[in-house]
């Protein structure tokens, strides 16, 4: 069978698991990553190990049982105060530990005068909200084995950024980090564009973005993070440098990757 390239990024890693109820929810499974010294060692990360997701207040109850049966009990809620209120996950009762750790925190919730453009979320993430993405990845790192879910409201801007540091940090090559940040705008277009559209649309606050406004909700284009990761690579060298510039330990790394990928001989 020939792989085209819309297989290669849309292929059945990226496609939505069936968590009724969301639409961008997916795992990091089988990603390549280097092994620091030893040529014969392949690294992968693990199988239900990291998941990423769009937000989970529309779970429905078979979206639950999906939920629970991949063992996830760690939840890392990167939206902000409002958003948590007006769309609490629907996860009682299933032995779930959430972590909210907003990336922009009440007060610094970016307005339409700092933000025209989705890459000006992007920067505005690296220069300003660096520590808040830090944050996250060391719930990861210290998440042991335990399966972990990172989401936001779309799973694809901060989710997309988090999860991307994680990743390039283990050993995953930048491309495929790239393609697995792709992977969003297939996964929700349609009823879940159109849906945030609408409401978007109709928010006085959100007015002056004008065409903008589709590709910020939903889109996920690959320069946008390449461009990122440019300003990451810019200012810290790596994504293992901005972790190090926010109270990151070569330790802490090395358990990042130990946690997060498994091994083999080649």
């Given at each position: 069978m020939t792989t085209t390239a819309e297989d290669a990024v849309f292929g059945t890693r990226n496609r939505p698991y069936p968590v009724e109820g969301t639409y961008n929810f997916r795992s990091t499974a089988g990603y390549p990553a280097a092994a620091a010294g030893d040529a014969a060692v392949v690294r992968t990360i693990r199988d239900g190990k990291l998941y990423r997701s769009d937000a989970l207040h529309g779970l429905t109850d078979a979206g639950r049982r999906q939920f629970s049966e991949l063992g996830i009990r760690l939840v890392i809620d990167l939206r902000d105060a409002t958003e948590l209120e007006k769309s609490?996950?629907?996860?009682?009762?299933?032995?779930?530990?959430?972590?909210?750790?907003?990336?922009?925190?009440?007060?610094?919730?970016?307005?339409?005068?700092?933000?025209?453009?989705?890459?000006?979320?992007?920067?505005?993430?690296?220069?300003?909200?660096?520590?808040?993405?830090?944050?996250?990845?060391?719930?990861?790192?210290d998440s042991g084995t335990e399966p972990v879910l990172v989401h936001c409201t779309a799973g694809k801007d901060r989710t997309g950024v988090v999860i991307a540091l994680a990743?390039?940090?283990?050993?995953?090559?930048?491309?495929?980090?790239?393609?697995?940040?792709?992977?969003?705008?297939?996964?929700?277009?349609?009823?879940?564009?159109?849906?945030?559209?609408?409401?978007?649309?109709?928010?006085?606050?959100?007015?002056?973005?004008?065409?903008?406004?589709?590709?910020?909700?939903?889109?996920?284009?690959?320069?946008?993070?390449?461009?990122?990761?440019?300003?990451?690579?810019?200012?810290?060298?790596?994504?293992?440098?901005?972790?190090?510039?926010?109270?990151?330990?070569?330790?802490?790394?090395?358990?990042?990757?130990?946690?997060?990928?498994?091994?083999?001989?080649?």
């Open positions: 609490p996950s629907k996860l009682d009762g299933l032995g779930v530990d959430t972590r909210h750790n907003p990336i922009f925190e009440e007060g610094n919730v970016p307005g339409t005068a700092e933000i025209t453009t989705l890459l000006d979320i992007y920067r505005l993430m690296v220069r300003s909200h660096a520590q808040r993405l830090a944050d996250a990845v060391r719930l990861i790192a990743l390039l940090a283990a050993g995953v090559d930048r491309e495929q980090v790239i393609l697995d940040y792709v992977a969003s705008e297939e996964n929700l277009r349609g009823e879940w564009s159109e849906a945030m559209m609408a409401a978007a649309s109709s928010h006085p606050g959100l007015s002056g973005i004008g065409g903008e406004l589709r590709e910020i909700i939903s889109a996920s284009p690959a320069t946008v993070l390449e461009t990122t990761l440019d300003l990451v690579d810019q200012t810290y060298g790596s994504a293992a440098g901005l972790l190090r510039a926010h109270d990151f330990s070569d330790a802490d790394l090395e358990r990042l990757q130990d946690i997060l990928t498994t091994s083999s001989t080649r």
